[in-house]
Structure formats: C-alpha cells, structure tokens
Antibody, heavy 121, light 110 residues
Framework: QVQLQESGPGLVKPSETLSLTCAVS?????????WGWLRQSPEKGLEWIGS???????YYNPSLNSRVTMSVDTSKNQFSLHLSYVTAADTALYYC??????????????WGQGTMVTISS | QSALIQPASVSGSPGQSITISCTGT?????????VSWYQQHPGKAPKLMIS???YRPPGVSNRFSGSKSGDTASLTISALQAEDEAVYYC??????????FGGGTKLTVL
C-alpha cells in the first residue's frame, strides 16, 4: 500500500522560503510515476503547484514557476518542495500526491494527509 | 474565481441520482479528454473518483460515472448513499501544461 507523508514547518515568515518534504512508503520512487504538490485554501481552492518525475524532470504551474523548486531524493525515497518569497497568500494546506505514469498533469491518485502552512511574522 | 465552474451545491435523496457539472473552455475541458473528479470528506484529503473523463480507478464504486460534452464535463452518482455526502471537485488539463480546478460542489444527501 503506497502512503505519502508530508513534513515541514507549520509557520514561515513572509519573504522567506517554504520547504516541505514528502516521504513515500510502499513504493520506490525510482520505479516511476510523477510526484506532485498541490495546496488548498479557502481563497484559492485547490491549486496544482507542480510535479516531478522519478528521474527529476520538473513541471511547474506557470503562475508559481518563478518561485517553485522541486527535487527528488531516490536514496531516501522522498521528494521536496521549495517555495520562495512567500506571502500571506501562500498560507494553505499543502498536499503531496502521486500522479500518473505518463505526464506531470495526469490525475493524482494517492494523497498525503496534508500539512498546514501559515505565513506570518 | 476558480478556473472551472461548478454549482456550489446539489442535493438528492438516498437511492436517487444526481449530476454535477463542470464548465470550462476549449483550452481545458473542451480541448482535452483529461478531466478528473475528486471527492473530499471534511478533514480528509481529496480522493480520485474519475480520471480521463470517464475512467474509474480500481476500488471506486460503479455508481460513479463521468462524461463530457463540449466544454462541460459531468459527474453522475447513482443510487445515492449517505456516505456520498462530500465536496466534489473537477479538474482538467489546460493548454500550456497546467492543471486547473473547479471551486467544488457540496453534495448533500437528504
């Protein structure tokens, strides 16, 4: 059974970088699939942040492209999200997900439980 | 405002069928067969119910079905059950390699 678990600070100061990690169990990331990050807030609803392939290819939402970096660590079987220059608008519940095999924009069939991140000084 | 338009709420009685619409444009719903539907119960992560317009992943009840006509996709739930009460979101691939979502539809089982 594939499971995903997000971790990272729940509070980040404005203008700093938000960093989250998603640990994957029950499946080896190096075997395939795209792995994604989404967020959910009352203001913006559900929003796709971006996805990364098992080989490290990255695909970002154009609206966040300039601030997003994703990486994958196959040795630890985890992938990460870094979102720079955050503002209050980045306050949201952040989910890591498993996407499809073929494309970064395929449907997300497995989700972590989500981690709340608040941007505040 | 969300990229895809969904009704804020729908309701139905147990045993009935309901349909939730999701309206986009030719740049997303109408242009590609990459519409997905997610179910979200309070305090839980979304769960994939339908992908690629009408594909039902393993383990999803066959009471859930998806379709598309032009720029509007639809999710139909037949034989409504109390456990179906949740918020449902549609999503679609959009030109320029991104994914967009609807604002969500709250389903109430009366």
């Amino acid at each position: 059974q594939v499971q995903l678990q997000e971790s990272g600070p729940g509070l980040v100061k404005p203008s700093e970088t938000l960093s989250l990690t998603c640990a994957v169990s029950g499946y080896s990331i190096s075997s395939g699939y795209f792995w994604g990050w989404l967020r959910q807030s009352p203001e913006k609803g559900l929003e796709w942040i971006g996805s990364i392939s098992h080989t490290g290819g990255t695909y970002y939402n154009p609206s966040l492209n300039s601030r997003v970096t994703m990486s994958v660590d196959t040795s630890k079987n985890q992938f990460s999200l870094h979102l720079s220059y955050v503002t209050a608008a980045d306050t949201a519940l952040y989910y890591c997900t498993r996407g499809g095999r073929a494309a970064a924009t395929d449907a997300f069939d497995i989700w972590g439980q989500g981690t709340m991140v608040t941007i505040s000084s | 405002q969300s990229a895809l338009i969904q009704p804020a709420s729908v309701s139905g009685s147990p045993g009935q069928s309901i349909t939730i619409s999701c309206t986009g444009t030719s740049s997303d719903v109408g242009g590609y067969n990459y519409v997905s539907w997610y179910q979200q119960h309070p305090g839980k992560a979304p769960k994939l119910m339908i992908s690629d317009v009408s594909y039902r992943p393993p383990g999803v009840s066959n009471r859930f079905s998806g379709s598309k006509s032009g720029d509007t996709a639809s999710l139909t739930i037949s034989a409504l059950q109390a456990e179906d009460e949740a918020v449902y979101y549609c999503s679609s691939y959009r030109t320029s390699a991104t994914v967009v979502f609807g604002g969500g539809t709250k389903l109430t089982v009366l």
